[in-house]
T-cell receptor, first 115, second 116 residues
Framework: AQKVTQAQTEISVVEKEDVTLDCVYETRDTTYYLFWYKQPPSGELVFLIRRNSFDEQNEISGRYSWNFQKSTSSFNFTITASQVVDSAVYFCALSELDSGYALNFGKGTSLLVTP | DTGVSQNPRHKITKRGQNVTFRCDPISEHNRLYWYRQTLGQGPEFLTYFQNEAQLEKSRLLSDRFSAERPKGSFSTLEIQRTEQGDSAMYLC??????????????FGPGTRLTVL
């Protein structure tokens, strides 16, 4: 069963629009971590953020913000004032103690930002 | 460069041949992970090491696959008798166990395998 669901396969926006990427996860562990990674066309996965299950504070880093809600098992990612360089595939991932904290990735959301 | 490195970056082989990939993790990281990514999918976990001990293997890791990390530093992933279905990007990641960056996995550039 898919533990991480990214329902949006592809999103296309015009530069300067805000965009939110959805992520829903499933776990029975009380201790777990959630991640977002960016995979640009060059292919290398770039770490963006890690949250642990005990820290539900939202986080903002420049144009990026993350909304973690345990009540709905969601960890959504918003890019404000998108730029062409934001075009990439974005992956949400879950790591659990039971699996040695190996990352369980969603299928990714492909974001295209056009000028 | 202090990131994760992988070699080779690309490998083309004929079906039935054996291939071996190498991963050099970030030097102070004692956990090392292997993943496989096929086109249009997210990476899928294969196996991981803590130091030299292989602690977990996915069901995706068939008997034709073997991984080692003999001295707790670099790791190798070998695929014997390759099949066309093995064509994928093989990704290596490392993470510290403990500390402020606990459990953050940093990925290498990957090795793209094409089996003809």
């Amino acid at each position: 069963a898919q533990k991480v669901t990214q329902a949006q396969t592809e999103i296309s926006v015009v530069e300067k629009e805000d965009v939110t990427l959805d992520c829903v996860y499933e776990t029975r562990d009380t201790t777990y971590y959630l991640f977002w990674y960016k995979q640009p066309p060059s292919g290398e996965l770039v770490f963006l953020i890690r949250r642990n299950s005990f820290d539900e504070q939202n986080e903002i880093s420049g144009r990026y913000s993350w909304n973690f809600q345990k009540s709905t098992s969601s960890f959504n990612f918003t890019i404000t004032a998108s730029q062409v360089v934001d075009s990439a595939v974005y992956f949400c991932a879950l790591s659990e103690l039971d699996s040695g904290y190996a990352l369980n990735f969603g299928k990714g959301t492909s974001l295209l930002v056009t000028p | 460069d202090t990131g994760v490195s992988q070699n080779p970056r690309h490998k083309i082989t004929k079906r039935g041949q054996n291939v071996t990939f190498r991963c050099d993790p970030i030097s102070e990281h004692n956990r090392l992970y292997w993943y496989r990514q096929t086109l249009g999918q997210g990476p899928e976990f294969l196996t991981y090491f803590q130091n030299e001990a292989q602690l977990e293997k996915s069901r995706l890791l068939s008997d034709r696959f073997s991984a080692e990390r003999p001295k707790g530093s670099f790791s190798t992933l070998e695929i014997q008798r390759t099949e066309q279905g093995d064509s994928a990007m093989y990704l290596c990641a490392s993470s510290p166990y403990g500390g402020a960056q606990y459990n953050e996995q940093f990925f290498g550039p990957g090795t793209r395998l094409t089996v003809l």
